[in-house]
């Protein structure tokens, strides 16, 4: 009876540890969540971040914005902050759409160069929803950088240089606003990214070191005071980019560059923009190394500089640039005609002179035949 | 060659002549068109402009754009041959036509609705004929957003009140000049890179700017947290597509370029309206119905000074927006005079 009663009141204790167990283990998960949040979301930052931006690959590296954008957001339901992650995936996201929205404006310069209207039409509405959904994305990543940096173009936020992205997801997240809003007006505003981004972004650059970054931030800076007459403070913003790009170079780093021969093609700056491009050739072939740790940022730039290109070879040969060729299309100089201008001076050319008949012949060497008049041998 | 030859080379050449038009059509006739937009190929009008590209390659036009953000770069290429269409402003295009830049005449045209029935009016094809002056011809007209007086002040809300305070004034614009000075105010140069500059930093006591320079160049430092903005267009500002005539274009060109204008007036208007409705709700200076009529003197007595004295308006195009006003109300106080 009182072994009974033993086996009973242990397995009473059994039962009652294994419910305390399943109760604190049912507790636990909502942090197990959140802290799977918290871990990914450093993870992206600390290493996914770094060792997609080592590889040239563009498509990968946006097509990893695409795939892991939602995933790493998602985490934000559980209260993980996920705002600095965020900014890197959606501005990668944002780099696919761009392409998409670059490769309908080719084709809608191909099919003017040949007079079908009714196909530039389709490219023209195509690339106007890729700039939509490049806009968005873009300030998706913007607005990141306000969750998690504040308001940019008040004061600095305090950038972490031990933890090495900050100073440049920050930088990343201002361009995304520029972007933004960029490809809203490309898209005829249909994104409606807020008007007033660009002084606030202008200002902000001047928070992230620009000798350290490429010179980036003072050609974000400049590029915007181009665009805007009186948003800057004075100074040539033109000499700005120029100098940034040059930093850029020695720096194996094409993105001022890139914004340099962007800013000149939409200003209509076309000989500059040519020039600018071409100094990228030239600096590609001289085999001087390019930045390996930023990779996809240098070759995210050669993308843009490269689509300047493109457009100018579409529009005037029907198809985009040649794949080594980083010149625009040589304008050959028109014939002016002329060629008459000094008969007037000089008179006809004099008849050609007769031969001289009583000179010697030719002392022929041994062996060869003697040549006839009309210049066949005779063997 | 014999007939059978004959006959085969034949069914070739028409073989490949059906293969060539089934594929690519005939490209029309290349032509160069400057686009003034201050955002260069950024910018909404250069946008604007690429869908117009496409509807002209259907006209028999193959445009190449140009982005120009300096508008009088783009007016002097244009008068110089380098481009062979220009899109400028109203005041720009005062050389060019007297007739059709008179439609930038301050208070004029009140409303989006009015200026849409002057761009109907001259998308019809008897109208042609008030779009070409001397060499040139407006080929459409396009609507850029209506401009408003900016203050730093709300008290600066009336006519008398304007007396003694600078504003902002661009230099080239002569009809604006003559408006602050019978305004009673005072003329502060100014240009399209300084005029915000001025305001924000409180040289000047007003400035006036379509709603879309509101975000890009903060006016609302300027306006700060006593100024606003009046709500009562100054003018209504557009660019207008200028050509030359004595260059050759396809049959029926100009007429099919300012139906496209009217058609897409809409899209365009739609733009500026957006841009108004992101100036926040804080800022609008409401007019009183008593201060609107004292303005609205004021604008035609600047106007009928600017027809008849400097002589930088056209007498038919004022009397043409007259009676557009007079027919959206007419119980207006000039529709009862005939000083236009």
Request: glycine share 8%.
């Amino acid at each position: 009876m009182q072994v009974k009663a033993l086996s009973e009141r242990e397995a009473l204790m059994k039962r009652m540890v294994a419910f305390a167990g399943l109760a604190l283990m049912l507790s636990a998960g909502c942090n197990l969540q959140k802290m799977t949040g918290d871990m990914m979301a450093e993870f992206a930052v600390e290493h996914t971040f770094p060792y997609t931006m080592s590889s040239s690959d563009v498509d990968q590296g946006c097509e990893a914005g695409v795939s892991m954008g939602g995933f790493l957001g998602s985490y934000s339901r559980v209260e993980t902050d996920t705002s600095r992650a965020s900014i890197v995936s959606s501005l990668s996201a944002a780099m696919c759409a761009e392409a998409e929205a670059f490769e309908a404006e080719l084709r809608r310069l191909r099919a003017l160069h040949e007079g079908r209207t009714g196909e530039a039409l389709d490219a023209l509405i195509l690339e106007k929803q890729k700039h939509r959904l490049a806009a968005e994305r873009n300030y998706a990543a913007y607005l990141n950088v306000v969750k998690a940096y504040g308001e940019p173009g008040k004061k600095c936020p305090k950038l972490d240089s031990e933890d090495y992205p900050d100073d440049l997801l920050y930088l990343l997240g201002l361009s995304s606003g520029m972007l933004a809003m960029v490809h809203d007006r490309h898209a005829g505003g249909a994104a409606g990214i807020p008007m007033d981004l660009p002084p606030k972004i202008a200002r902000a650059a001047k928070c992230v070191n620009n000798d350290a970054w490429w010179g980036m931030p003072a050609a974000m800076k400049a590029a915007i005071e181009i665009a805007i007459p009186g948003a800057g403070e004075g100074g040539d913003p033109w000499a700005v980019l120029k100098e940034s790009a040059t930093l850029g170079d020695s720096k194996g780093m094409s993105m001022a560059r890139a914004l340099l021969v962007q800013t000149a093609g939409a200003t209509g700056e076309h000989d500059m923009m040519c020039a600018a491009a071409a100094k990228h050739g030239e600096l590609l072939a001289s085999g001087e190394a390019r930045n390996s740790k930023f990779a996809l940022l240098d070759a995210y730039g050669a993308v843009l500089l490269r689509h300047e290109l493109n457009k100018d070879w579409t529009k005037q040969k029907g198809h985009r640039a040649p794949v080594d060729a980083w010149t625009c299309v040589e304008i050959e100089e028109e014939d002016e005609g002329g060629d008459d201008l000094l008969d007037d001076m000089l008179g006809s050319d004099p008849p050609p002179k007769a031969p001289v008949e009583d000179s010697p012949p030719e002392a022929r060497p041994e062996g060869e035949p003697e040549a006839s008049e009309s210049g066949a041998t005779t063997p | 060659m014999n007939n059978v030859s004959l006959r085969i080379s034949l069914l070739g050449l028409a073989a490949l002549m059906l293969l060539a038009s089934s594929g690519t059509a005939v490209a029309g006739e290349a032509k160069t068109l400057c686009v003034f937009d201050l955002s260069g190929a950024n910018g909404d009008a250069f946008a604007s402009m690429k869908e117009y590209q496409v509807a002209a390659a259907g006209w028999g036009v193959d445009f190449e754009l140009k982005p120009y953000t300096d508008e009088l770069a783009a007016t002097e290429d244009f008068k110089a041959g380098k481009c062979d269409a220009a899109l400028i402003t109203g005041v720009r295009a005062r050389p060019f036509n007297k007739f059709t830049s008179t439609i930038e005449a301050m208070g004029a045209l009140p409303e989006y609705g009015n200026l849409k029935k002057v761009v109907k009016a001259f998308s019809k094809a008897k109208a042609r004929k008030l779009m070409i002056q001397g060499d040139y011809e407006v080929a459409g007209i396009f609507p850029l957003g209506a401009v408003y007086l900016y203050v730093n002040d709300k008290s600066i809300n009336t006519k008398e009140a304007l007396a003694g305070k600078k504003i902002a004034t661009f230099s080239f614009d002569e009809a604006a000049r003559v408006m602050v000075d019978v305004a009673g105010a005072s003329y502060a140069a100014a240009d399209i890179s300084t005029f915000a500059g001025m305001f924000n930093n409180g040289s000047v006591d007003a400035c006036y700017a379509p709603a879309a320079a509101y975000g890009p160049l903060e006016l609302h430092k300027g306006l700060g947290s006593n100024g606003g903005v009046i709500k009562f267009p100054l003018a209504m500002l557009t660019l207008q597509l200028v050509i030359r005539t004595g260059d050759s274009w396809p049959e029926g060109f100009q007429d099919a370029s300012r139906a496209y204008a009217y058609d897409h007036f809409n899209d365009l208007v739609k733009l500026a309206k957006k841009a108004e409705k992101a100036i926040p709700g804080k800022y609008w200076i409401e007019i009183k119905d008593e201060d609107r009529a004292r303005y609205e003197e004021l604008f035609r007595d600047v106007r009928v000074r600017l027809r008849d004295k400097e002589k930088v308006f056209d007498k038919s195009m004022l009397k043409l927006m007259r009676k557009i006003r007079c027919k959206a109300d007419a119980t207006r106080a000039e529709c009862s005079q005939e000083r236009e």
